[in-house]
């Protein structure tokens, strides 16, 4: 049975170098293979990785009078083990895998991915030999694997990994650690290093390992610098668009749901933003968010709203800015269809206590009235009394800053050829004091643009006041003759009784 363990490791192409030595020194082979006598006990693994050192110490030492099962467990061991020095990448994956079970029960895992189609996408599934039989292990080949093991040398480490205590959140964070450093290895060449972003990427999806980790109960079990980790190696995987990682979020958006809901953890809060804005940099994935998950967006501006923590609101205000703003004329039917639903939220952040919520909506709603682009927008936007009140009530903050926001959202109901009825009413109704707002308005103001366009509203107002006098003029002349035939009337049918009376 030892004899069959060298041969097995002689046909596997592990039977040189360190490979060799461990074979010989721990389960004592005494045997010949391609020339070499191999020597019997005695050889220690030196500088080698600290993960090996862990492996190997877990695998028993052969007794002399070793029957034959203990032989044939400890050579799927040493199998195991010699399969994942040639395929690190899968077993770091696969271990990743078995740790989030570990962490998060089947049954929860399980129930999260019932919305979700089990089967891979088209082109990512690969066939991937498992370490049954040592016989079917495939020989090294010029391929460069993703996670190849580390030089000698680079086990500094060893001795504090064996010492401290194990626990899955922490074995989580190193597994992670290494896969972000595929992600992020600079130092080789660009084919190499997409090669190995490829393979990687692949696994990850094949074992649905990102997915898991996504999990709102998952992520929020995570360390700090795992929630990191998976955030780069996501940024990665959107940016590079890797197995068509973009094409499966599209077919699965509950993975979006699932980033939306990490907002309700203020731990997760900020690395799910960030994951969502790496899905908004694609036109598709924003259609899909503003068609098909319209609770979700509802709930950003709810956090923006309600979120006690600044980081968290400003975090939630600038999703909604990406999802309104980055793809603008795919956004405009979104904005049109729904105008009530969208600036009626809009509407709702002006009203925050919060200051900063308040100026970013105003820059937000601003720019979106600016765009030509969204030019009938604007126009519904501008007709409507309630929103006009709404600004003018802006206008009036202490805040010098949040009134120059306004006065840029003011100044389109006032510059508008096309204004409505009910609008202009009420800017002609309070065209004085806002002809003397404007007037003082932004004096320490040096930019051309403003001071061009506080003159603009400035002639503007006043052509209103002007239109108002003449009306109001015209209307006193077209009253006055009617009310002095009365006065004459009366006071000449007053004396005439009186004259006939002395006269008689």
Same mark, same amino acid.
């Given at each position: 049975?030892?004899?069959?363990?060298?041969?097995?490791?002689?046909?596997?192409?592990?039977?040189?170098?360190?490979?060799?030595?461990?074979?010989?020194?721990?389960?004592?082979?005494?045997?010949?293979?391609?020339?070499?006598?191999?020597?019997?006990?005695?050889?220690?693994?030196?500088?080698?990785?600290?993960?090996?050192?862990?492996?190997?110490?877990?695998?028993?030492?052969?007794?002399?009078?070793?029957?034959?099962?203990?032989?044939?467990?400890?050579?799927?061991?040493?199998?195991?083990?010699?399969?994942?020095?040639?395929?690190?990448?899968?077993?770091?994956?696969?271990?990743?895998?078995?740790?989030?079970?570990?962490?998060?029960?089947?049954?929860?895992?399980?129930?999260?991915?019932?919305?979700?189609?089990?089967?891979?996408?088209?082109?990512?599934?690969?066939?991937?030999?498992?370490?049954?039989?040592?016989?079917?292990?495939?020989?090294?080949?010029?391929?460069?694997?993703?996670?190849?093991?580390?030089?000698?040398?680079?086990?500094?480490?060893?001795?504090?990994?064996?010492?401290?205590?194990?626990?899955?959140?922490?074995?989580?964070?190193?597994?992670?650690?290494?896969?972000?450093?595929?992600?992020?290895?600079?130092?080789?060449?660009?084919?190499?290093?997409?090669?190995?972003?490829?393979?990687?990427?692949?696994?990850?999806?094949?074992?649905?390992?990102?997915?898991?980790?996504?999990?709102?109960?998952?992520?929020?079990?995570?360390?700090?610098?795992?929630?990191?980790?998976?955030?780069?190696?996501?940024?990665?995987?959107?940016?590079?668009?890797?197995?068509?990682?973009?094409?499966?979020?599209?077919?699965?958006?509950?993975?979006?749901?699932?980033?939306? +809901?990490? @907002?309700?953890?203020?731990?997760? =809060? *900020?690395?799910?933003? /960030?994951? %969502?804005?790496?899905?908004?940099?694609?036109? !598709?994935?924003?259609?899909?968010?503003?068609?098909?998950?319209?609770?979700?967006?509802?709930?950003?501006?709810?956090?923006?709203?309600?979120?006690?923590?600044?980081?968290?609101?400003?975090?939630?205000?600038?999703?909604?800015?990406?999802?309104?703003?980055?793809?603008?004329?795919?956004?405009?039917?979104?904005?049109?269809?729904?105008?009530?639903?969208?600036?009626?939220?809009?509407?709702?952040?002006?009203?925050? +206590?919060? @200051?900063?919520?308040?100026?970013? =909506? *105003?820059?937000?709603? /601003?720019? %979106?009235?600016?765009?030509?682009?969204?030019? !009938?927008?604007?126009?519904?936007?501008?007709?409507?009394?309630?929103?006009?009140?709404?600004?003018?009530?802006?206008?009036?903050?202490?805040?010098?800053?949040?009134?120059?926001?306004?006065?840029?959202?003011?100044?389109?109901?006032?510059?508008?050829?096309?204004?409505?009825?009910?609008?202009?009413?009420?800017?002609?109704?309070?065209?004085?004091?806002?002809?003397?707002?404007?007037?003082?308005?932004?004096?320490? +103001?040096?930019?051309?643009?403003?001071?061009?366009?506080?003159?603009?509203?400035?002639?503007?107002?006043?052509?209103?006041?002007?239109?108002?006098?003449?009306?109001?003029?015209?209307?006193?002349?077209?009253?006055?003759?009617?009310?002095?035939?009365?006065?004459?009337?009366?006071?000449?049918?007053?004396?005439?009784?009186?004259?006939?009376?002395?006269?008689?």
């Amino acid at each position: 049975m030892r004899r069959r363990l060298w041969y097995v490791a002689c046909e596997s192409g592990l039977h040189q170098g360190s490979s060799r030595r461990w074979l010989v020194s721990h389960l004592g082979i005494f045997a010949r293979g391609d020339g070499e006598r191999a020597r019997t006990r005695g050889f220690l693994l030196s500088r080698q990785r600290a993960s090996e050192r862990l492996a190997l110490r877990s695998v028993p030492r052969l007794a002399p009078d070793a029957d034959a099962a203990q032989c044939i467990n400890t050579m799927d061991r040493v199998n195991t083990f010699f399969w994942s020095r040639l395929n690190p990448t899968g077993e770091l994956v696969r271990s990743v895998d078995v740790l989030l079970r570990e962490l998060v029960p089947d049954d929860k895992l399980d129930a999260a991915f019932q919305s979700l189609s089990i089967a891979a996408s088209p082109g990512t599934a690969l066939a991937e030999p498992k370490p049954e039989h040592a016989a079917v292990i495939p020989t090294t080949s010029g391929d460069v694997d993703a996670c190849e093991p580390d030089f000698e040398g680079k086990d500094e480490s060893s001795d504090e990994e064996s010492t401290t205590e194990k626990t899955v959140p922490g074995e989580l964070e190193r597994k992670w650690a290494k896969i972000r450093a595929v992600f992020h290895d600079w130092d080789e060449e660009q084919g190499d290093r997409e090669k190995k972003m490829d393979d990687m990427a692949e696994l990850l999806l094949r074992y649905r390992v990102l997915e898991k980790v996504l999990m709102p109960k998952v992520l929020g079990q995570l360390t700090f610098e795992t929630r990191k980790y998976v955030g780069n190696v996501f940024r990665a995987m959107t940016v590079h668009n890797l197995r068509g990682f973009i094409e499966l979020i599209g077919e699965r958006p509950d993975i979006m749901r699932w980033l939306v +809901e990490g @907002y309700r953890n203020n731990e997760t =809060a *900020l690395i799910c933003g /960030s994951m %969502l804005r790496d899905c908004f940099e694609y036109q !598709t994935l924003t259609m899909i968010f503003l068609k098909d998950l319209e609770p979700e967006f509802e709930f950003l501006f709810k956090v923006t709203m309600e979120n006690s923590n600044f980081d968290i609101s400003a975090d939630a205000l600038i999703n909604i800015s990406r999802l309104l703003t980055v793809h603008k004329k795919a956004t405009v039917q979104i904005l049109d269809t729904s105008f009530d639903r969208v600036f009626g939220l809009l509407n709702g952040l002006l009203t925050s +206590e919060n @200051y900063a919520t308040r100026r970013q =909506a *105003l820059q937000l709603l /601003s720019e %979106l009235l600016l765009d030509p682009v969204n030019f !009938t927008v604007m126009q519904r936007y501008v007709a409507s009394r309630n929103n006009l009140k709404q600004v003018m009530l802006l206008l009036r903050e202490p805040s010098d800053a949040l009134r120059m926001d306004a006065f840029h959202v003011f100044k389109i109901f006032v510059a508008n050829p096309n204004k409505s009825n009910e609008v202009e009413q009420l800017l002609v109704r309070n065209c004085e004091k806002l002809l003397a707002f404007v007037s003082d308005f932004g004096k320490a +103001e040096v930019s051309r643009d403003f001071l061009q366009e506080r003159s603009l509203l400035v002639f503007a107002l006043e052509r209103m006041a002007e239109k108002e006098r003449a009306l109001e003029k015209t209307q006193e002349q077209a009253t006055r003759p009617a009310s002095l035939s009365n006065a004459e009337r009366m006071s000449i049918s007053g004396p005439v009784p009186e004259v006939c009376a002395k006269q008689k």
